[in-house]
């Protein structure tokens, strides 16, 4: 077997798009965890968490890390059909004649759109328990004196929230995103 020639050349190319999508996976989770965290500690009304969490509130710590892992999950989820669109362009060029700037803003607008879903759907979801439980037990209140109950349940919340929209939001982001037309495969005998 050698290693040079064209062969060579392939599993150099396959290498560096490997590379290539590490570090766009690394600098898309770094911007998502934190973008993420920023809104959702503004989007909590009820108390400052990133108080809370400074004071050591376990509770606290405990849904926004559970909020950082649902989000990203469920944005994850809604990106996978970008990251199959730039696997193929890059290892097979198959990118139907789409320019790396096409590539780019598509990759962008369904990021920017699984986004507002996730912190949409989350809130909602968190609301909507809160209301159904308000009778019995005010969690806001109970999270912010650090009850570890409550945050492990408002964790759950998040978390199963996560798992029954990701799918939805996936669908939804090819839906109203433009789907750009890669070049189709033959198959040969």
Known sequence: MGGGGAGGVGVIWHILSGIFKLCISVV???LVVFVTYR???KANT???EEVEIKKGNAAVGLLVAALLIASATIINHALSPVFDLVSLSLDFG???GLSA????LYAALHLLL????CVIAISASLRLFGKLTRGKMRMGVELEKGNMAVGLVLSGVVLVTALYIGDGIQALCKALVPQPQAVSLRVMK
């Open 28 to 30: 898309l989770s770094g």
């Open 39 to 41: 809104v959702f500690i």
């Open 46 to 48: 009820d108390f400052d």
């Open 94 to 96: 198959l990118s139907g």
């Open 101 to 104: 700037r096409s590539l780019a």
């Open 114 to 117: 699984a986004f507002v879903l």
